[in-house]
């Protein structure tokens, strides 16, 4: 039977609390368990698809083409598990199958209510996620902070699952904030109570509490949350701010978190083998030299948008005994001729252009792609990255300016003229430019033999996820070639190009799928670390 572990957070948003889920997860995994995770979203979109990266982050996206919260690439990373579409809950999905099942009739007629058909759902993702995922124990995240009438039904859904199952197969962990006052030199404990109280007063009485803190956290901290908040003082774990999101699990299990968990849950292991986390946190903890990569994008400066591409950097560079030292580059910036965006890029031992939709800003990221061609500066292009260095090199090879995508054309798109456009043409699974259909999710793909990506994966057949709607027009392929751009990676079913490398530079490969979603900090996605490796030898 499973075992549902549910994380709420309190007081304020972003304490790291999918960090924290992350971290739980992968402890219990290293005791040998299979583990699943759930976010649960209170908002009412009903995915994180169509929402903006300026708000929302990246989308995460899974090998079944879920499009999903940017936790789940947390989850992924630490836990070293693929999960699925039903790790992503939001309100906007619950009621609209709900809103389904009533159209059909599936209630009898009955009054919809959030009390229980709501709930009911709710309860139902989890336990269906549970049971499907086949796992030993579910840690379910809420998002939100509790007190957020949004976040309400989710609360009353699990605190149902706690008087289901018992309290032998769920357990409540809430993270809250100590702030510090600078004046007083102190860290303060009210907020946490309140938050508890808010969290009893909707009937969940937490079994762990994790204080979030910036500064460290006294013994008689703890105890007084214990006291106040009712909870064992054992069970009060500081949720430390460190280095690197990495030490988490550590952290954590230096308050014994496993065998509390273990102890509740009636888990028959409690200690957890930690040597190879250990192993990650030490490579990242040593000293190392710095290494420039330039990211060329539309949003520069958001981490969150491009979570995981950032990762994917820091966990190459970590295994190449280097520091990321991001070089934001705005591609529109990159246009304009600015003088200073120049001077960045031009620092840079490496260059990615990363994923992205639309027009703008194109025309510099084909600049960048140029720089780093005619300058055989290392250089990575996910998926738009890869379109644009297809595109830079079609232009250069076939000395035709005007040689664009459909998506970036706009007129031409009008004008139905296509002749000139490396038409990125729908392949089988896709719809077609603007409110088409993607291509999401995990697709194959067969490496030629013998090439430099060859050689990164050392293997023939991988599996990669992909989130687009433009594919490479195969028309351009034979000229492409004559002109010493290698198709590297080729789709076996639709015979869509999905890696594209150039001869004559030391790295220059562009992938149509996103590898960023496949970095593990113990394993370093092979096209990030082939550019690593060489952005390391550039220097
Ligand atoms: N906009 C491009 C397309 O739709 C690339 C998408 C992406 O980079 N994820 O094909």
Excluded at 114 to 135: G, L, M, Y
Excluded at 170 to 189: D, G, M
Excluded at 349 to 375: C, L, S
Aim: charged fraction near 25%; hydrophobic fraction near 35%; aromatic fraction near 8%.
């Amino acid at each position: 039977m499973c075992k549902y572990i549910f994380v709420t957070g309190g007081v304020c948003s972003s304490l790291g609390k999918g960090i924290a889920t992350a971290s739980i997860g992968a402890l219990l995994k290293s005791l040998g368990l299979k583990v699943f995770t759930q976010k649960l979203d209170p908002y009412l979109n009903v995915d994180p698809g169509t929402m903006s990266p300026f708000q929302h982050g990246e989308v995460f996206v899974t090998d079944d083409g879920g499009e999903t919260d940017l936790d789940l690439g947390h989850y992924e990373r630490f836990i070293d598990t693929s999960l699925s579409k039903m790790s992503s809950v939001s309100t906007g999905k619950i009621y609209s199958k709900v809103l389904d099942k009533e159209r059909k009739g599936t209630y009898l007629g009955k009054t919809i209510q959030i009390i229980p058909h709501i709930t009911n759902q709710i309860q139902d993702e989890i336990t269906t996620a549970a049971k499907k995922s086949e796992c030993d124990i579910i840690i379910v995240e809420l998002g939100g902070t509790v007190g957020d009438i949004e976040g309400q039904p989710f609360l009353e859904a699990i605190r149902q699952m706690r008087y289901k199952h018992g309290p032998e197969n769920t357990l409540f962990i809430h993270l809250t904030l100590l702030p510090y006052l600078a004046a007083s030199k102190e860290l303060k404990t009210k907020p946490t109570q309140a938050s508890v109280r808010e969290l009893r007063s909707m009937g969940i009485h937490p079994d762990i509490v994790m204080p979030r803190s910036d500064y460290p956290v006294k013994k008689e901290h703890l105890n007084k949350i214990a006291l106040f908040c009712d909870v064992e003082g054992r069970c009060v774990i500081p949720a430390l701010t460190v280095d690197t999101i990495y030490e988490v699990p550590l952290n954590l299990q230096k308050y014994k978190i496993t065998e509390i968990i273990a102890e509740k849950l009636k888990l028959k292991k409690n200690k957890p083998n930690l040597t190879e986390w250990k192993k990650v946190v030490k490579m990242i903890k040593a000293k190392k030299t710095k290494l420039k990569i330039a990211l060329v994008g539309k949003y520069t400066g958001l981490d969150d948008a491009y979570l995981s591409v950032i990762e994917s950097l820091k966990i190459a560079c970590y295994h190449e005994k280097r520091d990321l030292e991001l070089i934001w580059v705005s591609s529109e910036k990159l246009e304009e001729k600015d003088k200073k965006t120049w001077r960045d890029l031009k620092k840079a031992d490496g260059i990615v252009v990363p994923g992205g939709f639309g027009t703008r800003g194109i025309e510099g990221k084909i600049m960048a792609a140029k720089y780093a061609r005619e300058n055989k500066i290392p250089f990575l292009g996910l998926c738009l990255g890869m379109q644009v260095m297809t595109i830079e090199f079609a232009r250069h090879a076939l000395k035709n300016n005007l040689i664009t995508s459909e998506e970036f054309d706009e007129e031409d798109q009008k004008a139905g003229e296509e002749n000139y456009i490396i038409h990125f043409l729908p392949g089988q699974h896709i719809g077609r430019a603007k409110g088409g259909t993607m291509r999401l999710g995990a697709y194959d793909c067969k490496i030629k033999k013998g090439t430099k990506t060859h050689k990164l994966y050392n293997k023939i057949s991988i599996h990669e996820r992909h989130r687009h709607r433009y594919e490479f027009n195969n028309n351009f392929k034979a000229p492409l070639e004559k002109a010493g751009m290698v198709f590297s990676g080729m789709n076996p079913q639709s015979n869509l190009v999905e890696i594209a490398e150039l001869k004559n530079h030391p790295f220059m490969i562009g992938c149509q799928f996103h590898p960023e979603f496949k970095s593990r900090p113990n394993k370093p996605h092979p096209l990030f670390h082939g550019l690593i490796k060489a952005a390391k030898k550039k220097r």
